[in-house]
């Protein structure tokens, strides 16, 4: 199987390249367009700021190719952020695949939202094997308001979106290469789609 990382301007892509050796793949880190879309599956991590990951996905052309991708798709973090319609970080226009806004959490919240933190309302494949509110890990300031493509929620005083789906189209705020056994899990169910 064929995996590919998309390597753009946002860390943490190295710690996902590790878990996934753990479960016997060995993935390939790129930004080139053809290995993307030639992958069997893609996985879209990041750490980092909105829009300057924004602009490095224009100025390679991998924001037009996102959207177009049929194989199975897994944004972590900022990957999910980026995938949905605007975020407040530097008024960001984003890749519109996910129907949600992603805001900061309000001042009167410790911010970023780091640690472990329960999820729920788990729908989809993504979330098979897992039980309803495991413990998984965060680290994060902003967060997507909770949409029709919601398929785990997580409260942080106010609830938001914990994973989202939408056709081949995965994504989780939480980090499942630092989530233990349940984060495996998840990989694992994203390799089997």
Request: some cysteine.
């Amino acid at each position: 199987m064929k995996v590919a990382i998309i390597k753009y301007n946002a860390g943490n892509i190295h710690s996902v390249k590790i878990a996934l050796n753990r479960l016997n793949i060995n993935p390939i880190i790129t930004d080139n367009k053809d290995e993307i879309i030639s992958s069997d599956k893609v996985i879209f991590p990041g750490v980092g700021e909105a829009k300057s990951a924004m602009e490095y996905l224009k100025k390679k052309n991998i924001d037009k190719i996102i959207s177009e991708l049929k194989q199975p798709f897994l944004g972590i973090c900022l990957g999910l952020q980026l995938m949905c319609n605007h975020s407040e970080e530097n008024d960001t226009d984003c890749l519109n695949i996910f129907d949600s806004n992603v805001k900061l959490f309000p001042p009167k919240l410790k911010v970023p939202h780091i640690g472990w933190n329960t999820i729920s309302n788990l729908k989809g494949e993504l979330f098979n094997k897992i039980d309803e509110n495991s413990f998984v890990y965060f680290v994060h300031s902003y967060f997507a308001e909770i949409s029709n493509d919601t398929t785990a929620e997580t409260n942080y005083i106010l609830p938001f979106s914990a994973s989202f789906q939408k056709n081949n189209f995965f994504s989780t705020q939480f980090h499942p290469e630092k989530s233990g056994n349940i984060g495996e899990q998840i990989l694992k169910n994203f390799l089997e789609l």
